[in-house]
T-cell receptor
Framework: AQTVTQSQPEMSVQEAETVTLSCTYD???????LFWYKQPPSRQMILVIR??????QNATENRFSVNFQKAAKSFSLKISDSQLGDAAMYFC?????????????FGSGTQLTVLP | DAGVIQSPRHEVTEMGQEVTLRCKPI?????LFWYRQTMMRGLELLIY????????DSGMPEDRFSAKMPNASFSTLKIQPSEPRDSAVYFC??????????????FGPGTRLTVL
C-alpha cells in the first residue's frame, strides 16, 4: 500500500522569506502523480502544484516549486517570498495511474504559519 | 466555470437521524470522489465513481453509509442512522479521466457535519 509521510507537523516562516515543506512517499509503482494541496481556515482544499513522476523537470507555479527526487521518493515544496495568505495546512498527496486505484493518499499535513 | 458544489455547507443533527450530503461535480468531469476529514484520521477516501458507477467503496466505514450517483452531475452521500462519531468534514472532489488531461482532483468546499 502507498503511504505518504509529512514529518513536520508545524512550520513557520517570516514574511518574504523562503520555506521548504518536506514529504516522502512509499510506492512500488513507476508511474504516478504527486500533489501539494493547501487548506486555509476556510477548509477549502486548493491545488497548489502537481508533478508527474515520469517528468524529470521539477514543477513550478509562480512562487511555488517542488524538489522531486524519484529515487529517494521525496517531494518537497518550496514557497518563495512567503505571504500572509500562504498561511494554511499543506497536504502532500499521491495517486497511482495503475488499475482502478485512483484515490488520493494524503499525508498528515504541515501547518504553516507566516509571521509578519 | 463553477467548481465542485456541495450542500449543505454545515449540518447539525441529532444521533439517529438520517443525513444526506450532496455534490455537483465540475461539468465534464466523469470521476467523483467522497472524502472524510477528521482530526484523528486525517483525509480518507470513502468511495469513488467513474462514469456514475461506484468503483471502490472499500473506505465506506459501515452499512450506515451509502452513496449514489444517479447521473453525471449529481451525487449523494447518505448516513442512516447518524452517530456522533460521524462528525467530520466531508469533501466531494471530481476529476477528468485517465488518458485525458492530468488526473487532478478538484475539491468542493466541504460539508461540516456535527452529530449531537
Amino acid at each position: 500500500a502507498q503511504t505518504v509521510t509529512q514529518s513536520q507537523p508545524e512550520m513557520s516562516v517570516q514574511e518574504a522569506e523562503t520555506v521548504t515543506l518536506s514529504c516522502t512517499y512509499d510506492t512500488s509503482e513507476s508511474d504516478y502523480y504527486l500533489f501539494w494541496y493547501k487548506q486555509p481556515p476556510s477548509r477549502q482544499m486548493i491545488l497548489v502544484i502537481r508533478q508527474e513522476a515520469y517528468k524529470q523537470q521539477n514543477a513550478t507555479e509562480n512562487r511555488f516549486s517542488v524538489n522531486f527526487q524519484k529515487a529517494a521518493k521525496s517531494f518537497s515544496l518550496k514557497i518563495s517570498d512567503s505571504q500572509l495568505g500562504d498561511a494554511a495546512m499543506y497536504f502532500c498527496a499521491y495517486t497511482t495511474l495503475g488499475g482502478s486505484a485512483r484515490q488520493l493518499t494524503f499525508g498528515s499535513g504541515t501547518q504553516l504559519t507566516v509571521l509578519p | 466555470d463553477a467548481g465542485v458544489i456541495q450542500s449543505p455547507r454545515h449540518e447539525v443533527t441529532e444521533m439517529g437521524q438520517e443525513v444526506t450530503l450532496r455534490c455537483k461535480p465540475i461539468s465534464g468531469h466523469n470521476s467523483l470522489f467522497w472524502y472524510r476529514q477528521t482530526m484523528m484520521r486525517g483525509l480518507e477516501l470513502l468511495i469513488y465513481f467513474n462514469n456514475n458507477v461506484p468503483i471502490d467503496d472499500s473506505g465506506m466505514p459501515e452499512d450506515r453509509f451509502s452513496a449514489k450517483m444517479p447521473n453525471a452531475s449529481f451525487s449523494t452521500l447518505k448516513i442512516q442512522p447518524s452517530e456522533p462519531r460521524d462528525s467530520a468534514v466531508y469533501f466531494c472532489a471530481s476529476s477528468t479521466p485517465l488518458g485525458g488531461s492530468t488526473d487532478t482532483q478538484y475539491f468542493g468546499p466541504g460539508t461540516r457535519l456535527t452529530v449531537l
